[in-house]
Nanobody, 119 residues
Framework: QVQLVESGGGLVQAGGSLRLSCAASGSIFSISTMGWYRQAPGKQRQLVATITSGGRPNYADSVKGRFTISRDNAKNTVSLQMNSLKPEDTAVYYC?????????????WGQGTQVTVSS
């Protein structure tokens, strides 16, 4: 079995920072793209940032210049450094990873971690 476990969520005031981390564990041979998505109450889950196995990042326009995604391929982890947080960043943040096992890739999701930004 493969598991993704997020950590680092919490309550922060506007303008503050949080760092989210996600660790993949289990039967893993390779990991392709990893990323972070978020879902606010009453809204669809949306992309925040992704990063390829080679380290190429992609960001939603709403977080460019404020968030930084990174990964450690040796440790099978992906992180999201969130600076200058705004109340509209409040959401449940989900880690995802495309993991290769037995020659095929499967998309996995973490259980989510709550980020709340107060004004």
């Amino acid at each position: 079995q493969v598991q993704l476990v997020e950590s680092g969520g919490g309550l922060v005031q506007a303008g503050g920072s949080l760092r989210l981390s996600c660790a993949a564990s289990g039967s893993i041979f390779s990991i392709s793209t990893m990323g972070w998505y978020r879902q606010a109450p009453g809204k669809q889950r949306q992309l925040v940032a992704t990063i390829t196995s080679g380290g190429r990042p992609n960001y939603a326009d709403s977080v460019k210049g404020r968030f930084t995604i990174s990964r450690d391929n040796a440790k099978n982890t992906v992180s999201l450094q969130m600076n200058s947080l705004k109340p509209e960043d409040t959401a449940v943040y989900y880690c995802n990873a495309d993991i290769g096992r037995g020659g095929i890739y499967t998309r996995y999701w973490g259980q989510g971690t709550q980020v709340t930004v107060s004004s």
